[in-house]
């Protein structure tokens, strides 16, 4: 059972920050994921993935947005979270946060065992700890 807390004010602006990212840029069989991370220092960073037509080279969205806040030189992160974007063809007409895979698990904890991930668990939307995803990291 996962050890969880509830989201705050800045959570929920994190995760309008990677529904507009998507929001702005989603192309079908290309973007539909968006990302947004915030640091230590406050910034919020957001990006999209990279869809590829082989599969394994598609590039998550949490990586493409550590990597932009790498990029700017902020390199300790805090919290951060994925939202898919509805395809035309789904009856869906709004984004919904998606836990990271299994990857990104060991990227994000990788950069920082004390990274916060927000996604929904037992239809509620929460966070935890990367490690609780990750257990027994080697």
Not at 41 to 52: K, L, N, Q, T, W
Not at 62 to 67: D, I, L, R, T, V
Request: net charge negative; aromatic share 6%.
């Amino acid at each position: 059972m996962l050890k969880v807390h509830a989201l705050n004010s800045k959570d929920y602006e994190l995760i309008k920050e990677a529904e507009k990212i998507i929001e702005q840029n989603y192309q079908y069989e290309r973007h539909h994921i968006g990302s947004a991370v915030r640091t230590k220092s406050g910034e919020v960073y957001a990006a999209v993935h990279m869809e590829a037509n082989v599969g394994r080279i598609t590039v998550c969205g949490e990586a493409m947005a550590m990597g932009k806040s790498i990029s700017e030189g902020d390199h300790e992160f805090e919290t951060i979270v994925a939202v898919a974007h509805p395809h035309p063809h789904e009856n869906i007409n709004k984004c919904w946060v998606v836990a990271p895979c299994g990857m990104c698990r060991e990227l994000i904890s990788d950069y920082g065992q004390h990274i916060d991930i927000i996604l929904s668990y037992n239809n509620e939307l929460v966070k935890c700890n990367i490690l609780q995803l990750l257990p027994e990291k080697y």
